[in-house]
């Protein structure tokens, strides 16, 4: 065989995949007729029938299923290659982080990847929703959990730890004992955490009165800078403010928080220029951040 048949080889394969030739003349923008003559071609060149009719529809016949199977993984890979290969040309990258993570500790350090890497142009995509990174054309995302991913090249890129913060301005004072805690509002984020800091901390959670609870960590932490309130932070989201004294640590107690941050990637993109720079500069970020928050 000299040539490769493409066009039968795309009609059959269509028409197997749906086992319908109208559907498959849908798909492809042809005529039933087209997409008929199509698989007949193939059938004489392979010797053999692909298609066995059963009552109004049709089957694959032993043959057609083997070469149906081949075909669609091989159209697959050509169709992902091709992506590939135009993303690069493009030198894009989209990136999707929860809403609080991009306010509060990759934004303001976008601007040391742009000067290393001004050939990538990056598309941020911000949002409290799981993205489905093949469906929703993501590149990378940052995810905060414990790192089961299926099917996603998962990468580990730092932990982080909660405490109390407060205003410094709070209403009322700051509290001098864990005790005083009972007299403020305190703040509730939407992974609720206060249960395991008050088993630390040895408060009886039942004593302590919440306020709202609220759905952005960053939005919570602008509203414990209001100076009305006292919440849980997360160290990583929490750091800018502590280190202009806009948000001040109350007590010692400090726990591991049970999600950690990763990055994940489709399997077969990881190697992917873009993907393996970005990928890298966090990591280099977090492991910076952690080694400073560490001191």
């Not at 001004?118 to 054309?137: C, F, H, K, Y």
């Not at 864990?178 to 984020?189: E, H, P």
Request: proline content about 3%; overall charge neutral.
């Amino acid at each position: 065989m000299d040539r490769l048949p493409l066009n039968s080889l795309r009609a059959f394969e269509a028409a197997a995949r749906h086992l319908s030739l109208t559907r498959a003349a849908e798909e492809l923008h042809l005529t039933h007729g087209a997409i008929s003559h199509q698989v007949r071609a193939l059938e004489a060149l392979m010797g053999t029938a692909l298609f066995l009719r059963r009552g109004r529809g049709v089957v694959l016949s032993e043959a057609g299923q083997h070469l149906a199977g081949t075909l669609t993984a091989a159209f697959g890979q050509i169709d992902q290659a091709m992506q590939s290969v135009r993303r690069q040309a493009a030198g894009s990258l989209t990136v999707s982080v929860l809403t609080s993570f991009a306010a509060r500790w990759l934004v303001p350090r976008l601007e040391r990847f742009h000067e290393a890497h001004p050939e990538i142009v990056l598309n941020l995509q911000t949002s409290r929703q799981l993205a489905d990174l093949r469906r929703d054309g993501i590149d990378l995302a940052v995810r905060a959990g414990r790192g089961a991913y299926p099917g996603l090249d998962t990468r580990f890129l730092m932990s982080e730890d909660l405490y109390l913060v407060a205003s410094p301005r709070l209403a009322g004072g700051l509290p001098k004992t864990l005790d005083d805690l009972r007299r403020y509002t305190l703040l509730r984020d939407s992974f609720d955490d206060w249960e395991m800091w008050c088993k630390a901390a040895g408060v009886d959670i039942k004593t302590l009165k919440f306020g709202t609870a609220i759905q952005d960590s960053a939005v919570l932490l602008d509203l414990v800078a209001g100076g009305g309130a006292i919440a849980l932070a997360r160290s990583v989201l929490a750091a800018s403010d502590l280190a202009t004294g806009r948000l001040v640590r109350l007590f010692d107690v400090q726990v591991p928080r049970v999600f950690s941050y990763w990055t994940v990637t489709l399997p077969e993109r990881r190697d992917e220029p873009a993907i393996s720079r970005f990928r890298a500069w966090l990591e280099a970020e977090a492991a910076a951040f952690e080694a400073t928050a560490l001191v």
